[in-house]
């Protein structure tokens, strides 16, 4: 069985940084898309980064300059790194891996893990 685990979500204060890990657990073949998205109460779940096998980006507008998405193939994991963290910054995020960006028929997702950015 698949298993993505999120870790390093928690509360922090606005300006401040975190790191969310994505370790990825059992057989998953034909991976090419690494990604975090993420949702607010009310609002559509978005993109924030997305990172190939090779090692090309995907930015969201609210997240480019501010967060970086890396990856270690090796040790299945996937990596946001977020600086000048904002109050707006707050949500769920996810992550998803997936055979490519739009196959959604063949994906995993992470349970999702809070960010709350306080004022």
């Known amino acids: 069985q698949v298993q993505l685990v999120e870790s390093g979500g928690g509360l922090v204060q606005a300006g401040g940084s975190l790191r969310l890990s994505c370790v990825a657990s059992g057989i998953i073949n034909s991976i090419n898309w690494m990604a975090w998205y993420r949702q607010a109460p009310g609002k559509q779940r978005e993109l924030v980064a997305g990172i190939t096998r090779s090692g090309a980006t995907e930015y969201g507008n609210s997240a480019k300059g501010r967060f970086t998405i890396s990856r270690d193939n090796a040790k299945n994991t996937v990596f946001l790194q977020m600086s000048t963290l904002k109050p707006e910054d707050t949500a769920a995020y996810y992550c998803?891996?997936?055979?490519?960006?739009?196959?959604?028929?063949?994906?995993?997702w992470g349970q999702g893990i809070q960010v709350t950015v306080s004022s």
């Open positions: 998803r891996w997936a055979r490519d960006r739009f196959a959604y028929g063949e994906d995993y």
